[in-house]
């Protein structure tokens, strides 16, 4: 039953996908791509997702501290802790453009991430690299003056990975086919509310270019 019910939650971003580049009677308005160039040629733009608003669903199981709360159900089908998210996907001026799903597990080298974007009008992208401890939320802010099991406002940021690089661009559809790059995940929280919820945002930005 648990395995059926993992399986689906899997899947529906999977169908998701599929239906936004095989269903032609769907006409998806196409927003302008709000990008810039890099000295190098490459090619620049922010994705945003806004907590807890878009935070379509979540599952998973095993130690994650505040980024497991809220979760739909405990699936402890494996000994490592995972976690699944499926949220809205935004541009940088706040329109929603989309949908991504956020795979983060613990691995014997350390703790990984892996994005999926699906832009019904432009295509996809999948993304892989750094994931973030699972203290890492609880230590930014702890420092920023948050206390344990009480509400908090205020301004904690922290980006995943080094030097302006969480991960790479492992693959695209249609608009973004044939591109590589990386990327960069950065949090910023503003608050914890009364049910647990983190407030606050997490930007993408990725960088590609065409592969030779």
Known sequence: ?????VLGF?????????????APWVSHPRLASLTSVVPNGGRAERFVIRLP???IAANGAGVLGLRGAQLTGDLSLTAAPWLAEQFKLRDVEGNVIGVAARHWTERPGGPTASWALAIPSRGSIFMGG???????????????????????????????GEDDVSGAIVAGGREFGGLSGHY??????TGRDTNGALRGT??????TYKSP
Not at 130 to 152: F, I, K, N, Q, S
Not at 184 to 189: C, D, I, K, Q, V
Not at 202 to 207: A, F, K, N, P, S
């Open 202 to 207: 997490i930007e993408l930005t990725t960088v």
């Open 130 to 160: 750094a994931g973030e401890d699972p203290a890492a939320v609880e230590g930014v802010l702890g420092r920023a003056g948050y206390a344990p099991d009480t509400v908090w406002s205020g301004r904690a940021e922290f980006a995943l």
């Open 1 to 5: 039953m648990k395995a059926t019910f």
């Open 53 to 55: 608003a878009d935070r």
């Open 10 to 22: 899997l899947l529906s971003f999977a169908t998701a996908l599929a239906a936004a580049h095989f």
């Open 184 to 189: 960069l995940e950065t949090w910023t929280l």
